[in-house]
């Protein structure tokens, strides 16, 4: 369910909306069986209610908007791993809540910013501990310039802090490490229809990990071909 208010028209915006959600276990989370894993065929259902409230300011002569959102989800019985991690529970509940800030903004030189940031306090309601691989604080900024001719081209930068993890090989909790990733892109319109796309991600070949004992790649190009019709 959703709503939005616009009390003053083109300029401000109050909106909110809330909703529902269940998760079936999977396959592998009730019967996955291995040396070093079991699956729980007694696993419940992941049932979830979650709502946000937000507000948008837009900009004159369309510069732009800054948006604000408050968000809450409660879970009932949310699937995840055992405090052995050899298998898979229930969580009787838990709750992640937050706020959110976003901005667009078309700066001088026809130079595109988009910004946003995520506030998020996770926690295992049940324990009183915090929820693993949940970033408190995570944001990215982008930075898009048209040079015209048909080239475009921008680059971004997300980044993430202060999170709960586990060790690899000893399973002892840990803190995340906090890591940076940049990212450049571009594109060359040959015509209405063909357009050609590149980018480099983690450009400076960070190393880091999302989930530990698990590298991500390092820098890597892409290039590709878009026909529109």
Avoid: C, M
Avoid at 136 to 162: E, I, P
Avoid at 171 to 179: C, L, N, R, S, T
């Amino acid at each position: 369910v959703t709503a939005a208010w616009l009390p003053v028209p083109d300029r401000f915006k109050v909106r909110a909306s809330f909703g529902t959600a269940f998760r079936a276990p999977s396959f592998l989370d009730l019967y996955g069986e291995s040396a070093f894993y079991h699956g729980n065929p007694d696993l419940d259902p992941e049932k979830a209610r979650g709502w946000d409230a937000g507000l948008d300011w837009y900009f004159a002569r369309r510069r732009g908007s800054l948006g604000v959102t408050w968000f809450e989800t409660r879970f009932h019985d949310l699937i995840a791993s055992s405090p052995d991690f050899t298998s898979v529970v229930n969580i009787q509940r838990a709750r992640t809540q937050g706020i959110e800030v976003s901005l667009q903004v078309t700066l001088p030189g026809a130079i595109e910013a988009r910004l946003a940031y995520t506030y998020l306090e996770a926690d295992n309601r049940s324990t009183n501990t915090r929820l693993l691989r949940r970033p408190r604080n995570s944001g990215s900024v982008d930075v898009w310039h048209d040079f015209g001719r048909g080239f475009s081209a921008g680059a971004g930068l997300t980044w993430v802090a202060d999170r709960k993890d586990v060790h690899a090989s000893t399973f002892a909790a840990i803190d995340g490490e906090d890591y940076s990733v940049v990212r450049i892109y571009g594109a060359y319109q040959l015509s209405d229809r063909l357009t050609f796309k590149a980018r480099v991600e983690n450009l400076f070949d960070e190393a880091y990990e999302q989930v530990h004992g698990y590298p991500q790649p390092g820098a890597g190009a892409y290039a590709g071909v878009e026909w529109s019709f």
